[in-house]
Structure formats: structure tokens, C-alpha cells
């Protein structure tokens, strides 16, 4: 499934007010989890409180041990300093990556703003060697848009 059949969607799904919103990002991250080949786990971490890290919050995939993530450490970490999106052709390359599983080879980071602050982030690993082109990264843009409209 291409990324223009999946926009429908994912609106869908973030326009189902009858259930609540960490549930509705589940959905989205199952969603593109079983509908793109090469996203092997799909997350949004989020702000967690005051404290300056990402605390995770929905998912699809393999369970993580890293639900907390300070700011600064690994890809995620980075995002939540720098502001920018963070494309990784190759985490072994990555002096700063903090590993989830042996079988990651790439991931794509992109935050998440609501009234110009960042507040989490959607993270992608895949299984694949350098997987994401600049239409993932636009879709992830646009993705991060409409859920920070539900928040």
C-alpha cells in the first residue's frame, strides 16, 4: 500500500472520537507497521512531563526495553534536542544509537510540534539497509500533523 492510500486512513482512525488518543496512535502505528514492508516497528514518544526525556507512549512491533529516553541519547534523543528530522541509512554508522535490536538496520525519527514546541516524535526502525526516501519523510511530516491535532 502507497503512502496517498494510506492518508484516508490514518485520518480515519485519528477522527474516531469514541476512543481515546493513546489508542488511536496505536492504531496508526499498527497501521503502517503491517502496511509498509520495510517499517519493522513504528512508535510516538513523548515529553514526559517536565523531565528532559521521551517516555514512549504508542507502538506497533516488537516490545522495547527503552520506553524512557533521556534527551541527547540515541536518534530519538537527539530529535527531541535538535528540532529536526533524523533519517539513519545505517545505525551501525551511528556513533549515538542506542540499539533496540539486532536486526535494525535504519530508522527515521521526525517530531512532533503542536503550537511550534516539540512534544514527541514518530520513529521507525526497519529491517532493511537504508529503506527511507524523502516521500517516507514528507508522509511522516504530514503524519505528526494530524495527530498533533487530536492532542
Known sequence: MNFQELRPQVEQILQDSNIDVKQRMTQVCELLEQNISY??????????GNKE???LKAFAGEPTDHEIIPFGKGICG?????????VVPDVKA??????CSINVKAE????LFVNGENVGQIDI?????????????EFLVWVNQKVAEIL
Request: hydrophobic share 40%; charged share 20%.
Open 39 to 48: 517499517y519493522d516497528w513504528v512508535g510516538f514518544y513523548f515529553k514526559n
Open 53 to 55: 526525556e521521551l517516555k
Open 94 to 99: 551511528q556513533d549515538n544509537y542506542i540499539a
Open 78 to 86: 537527539q530529535v527531541a534536542v535538535s528540532n529536526q528530522n533524523f
Open 108 to 111: 527515521i525519527v521526525i517530531p
Open 125 to 137: 526502525d526497519s529491517h532493511t539497509a537504508d529503506p527511507f526516501t524523502a516521500e517516507d519523510e
